[in-house]
């Protein structure tokens, strides 16, 4: 069974970074588009970005375009998004999900983490 586990997630001043992380568990990995979707309080939940199964495609909401980047390492079974000047507005739930399709909306994904909580202070 496929899971998907996130860490990396905390507090934050604006401004600042962080980096967050998530393990998938099954060995089909690389045979998967893996990404990020968050959801702010009274918000729906918002693609952020993807990258595709072997690394070569990625994509971002025009939000974070220039301030996140996503990365995985196949041999590892991790992806990563690496989030600098960071605003209050990124503040959300931030979820890792996964589909072998290509997904750029959220609905698009078929697999997902539990999420972890990112919180931006002004």
Do not use: H
């Amino acid at each position: 069974q496929v899971q998907l586990v996130e860490s990396g997630g905390g507090l934050v001043q604006a401004g600042g970074s962080l980096r967050l992380s998530c393990a998938f568990s099954a060995l089909t990995f690389s045979s998967y588009n893996m990404g990020w979707c968050r959801q702010a309080p009274g918000k729906e939940r918002e693609f952020v970005a993807i990258i595709s199964s072997f690394g070569g495609r990625t994509d971002y909401a025009d939000s974070v375009k220039g301030r996140f980047t996503i990365s995985r390492d196949n041999a590892k079974n991790t992806v990563n998004l690496q989030m600098s000047s960071l605003k209050p507005e990124d503040t959300a739930v931030y979820y890792c999900a996964a589909d072998l399709a290509f997904w750029r909306t959220c609905n698009g994904a078929g697999r997902w983490g539990q999420g972890t909580q990112v919180t931006v202070a002004s």
